[in-house]
């Protein structure tokens, strides 16, 4: 069921979402210091463009590092990743066959906002291993 989930989820709006993930990671990894906010990018984008089946849990050896580059993100381009997941989220909300992939949308807005100190795992392992 969840491979079917993640093709119609990748036809309406995961390849969009993954596209602006990876756009925000090449523009963050222009500096050395945006390099590891790139790479929360590009991990979050693979995130986005197949996330049925997975999720995002807090890592528990994350300390006041990811607090302060949340904060950075936020800034730099978390908002505007967000506000792409609520537009995103609302559009496919409109049909019925489009809601539950909007509610996927909007369980994306704090992992947008907030990367740092997250880790993806498989939904049958929904603790992180470190």
Known sequence: MKTILNIIWLILCGLWMCLGYFLAGL???VTIIGIPFGIA???IGIFALWPFGYTAVERR???AGSLIGNVLWVI???WWLALGHVVT???LCVTIIGIPFGIANFKLIPLSLMPLGKEIVPTDRPFATR
Do not use: E, I, S, T
């Open 89 to 91: 989220g609302v559009l």
């Open 41 to 43: 990018a590009f991990r």
């Open 27 to 29: 523009l963050l990894c």
């Open 61 to 63: 050896d994350a300390g």
């Open 76 to 78: 730099l381009a978390g």
